[in-house]
Every structure is written in C-alpha cells, then in structure tokens.
Nanobody, 124 residues
C-alpha cells in the first residue's frame, strides 16, 4: 500500500520560514518524480515544485522561485520543501504527490499518488 505522509505545516507570519516533509512508503520510487501542489480555499490546485528521485533535477513554479527549495533524502524516502520569505498568498493546503510520468508534470492529473495535505497559513 503506497502512502505519502506530509508534515511540517503551521501558522507563521509573513517573512517567516517553514519546512515541509513528505515521506513515501509502499513501493520503490526511484523512477518517479515527487511534486508539491497547493490549494487555497476557492481556488484550483496549483503546481509548486517537483524533483526527480533519480537525478535530483527540479522544476519550480514562477511564484516560488528563489523562495522555496525542494530536496530529497533517498535513504529516508523523504522529500523536503523549504519555504522562505513566506507571503500571505502562500496560504494553502500543501500536498505531496508522486508521478511516473515525465510529461506535463505541472498538471495534477499526471500524479498517481497523493498525501493527505498539510496546512500552511501565513498571516500578514
């Protein structure tokens, strides 16, 4: 049974930092890419960043470039999202997801597995 478990969300002030974690289990993810998406109330789920397990290559949404950084720990099967200089518009439920597809990786429909989400709230 595949599981993705996120943690690390919370309530912070604008300009603060948070680090989210996503631990994967239940299968081998070496050929997969892991992504973070977020969804704010009343809005569609949007792509944030992804990382390939195999080579660590990354892709970021423009809205988070320079502020967020994704990394992985292969031994722990864990992906981290370091979020710096947080803004109120970063407030959302953040989801970890896994995909075996290399195309259209910014689209949530390409992801096979999803975590339950962790809430990030940034106050102004």
């Amino acid at each position: 049974q595949v599981q993705l478990v996120e943690s690390g969300g919370g309530l912070v002030q604008a300009g603060d930092s948070l680090r989210l974690s996503c631990t994967a289990s239940g299968r081998t993810f070496s050929s997969y890419a892991m992504g973070w998406f977020r969804q704010a109330p009343g809005k569609e789920r949007e792509f944030v960043v992804r990382i390939r397990w195999s080579d660590g290559s990354t892709d970021y949404a423009d809205s988070v470039k320079g502020r967020f950084r994704i990394s992985r720990d292969n031994a722990q099967n864990t992906v981290y999202l370091q979020m710096n200089s947080l803004r109120p518009e970063d407030t959302a439920l953040y989801y970890c997801a896994a995909t075996k597809f290399s195309a259209a990786w910014w689209q949530s429909r390409m992801y096979d597995y999803w975590g339950q989400g962790t809430q990030v709230t940034v106050s102004s």
